[in-house]
């Protein structure tokens, strides 16, 4: 894209953004959400009251509650069983990682592709 249309679509851009600020500026419940927090602001100054204050006196479990988005360290997902059946020998081998004995001889022995594709689960 050249320069001279870059600017062009930027501009375009630009003024769609400053229309959209005029109608916000126009619009009456955007007005009262200002008035109302100036109000608040102005309240909770006026009381040497911060947000985390007024929570808590409105809501004092607030603060024991465990934070929905915080995950417990260390945590993960359970792996899933896997089940290998080897169709030469019609032994199954159940497994959660690639570490078993049986399934290791038999990508020794097999292959590593070969085995995958005798996954049933």
């Not at 003024?15 to 419940?29: M, P, W």
């Not at 808590?56 to 993960?76: E, F, H, I």
């Not at 097999?110 to 996954?119: F, I």
């Amino acid at each position: 894209m050249s320069k001279l249309a870059e600017f062009r679509q930027l501009e375009k851009h630009l003024a769609e953004q400053l229309q959209a600020l005029e109608n916000l500026k126009g619009d009456a419940g955007l007005k009262k959400e200002i008035e109302f927090e100036t109000k608040l602001r102005d309240l909770l100054a006026k009381y040497s009251y911060s947000l985390k204050d007024v929570i808590n006196l409105l809501d004092p479990q607030s603060s024991r509650r465990a934070p929905v988005a915080a995950p417990k360290a260390g945590t993960r997902k359970a792996r899933q069983v896997k089940v290998y059946k080897n169709p030469h020998t019609g032994e199954t081998i159940e497994t959660k990682g690639g570490n078993h004995k049986g399934l290791k001889e038999w990508k020794a022995e097999h292959g590593a592709d070969t085995v995958e594709s005798w996954l049933t689960k």
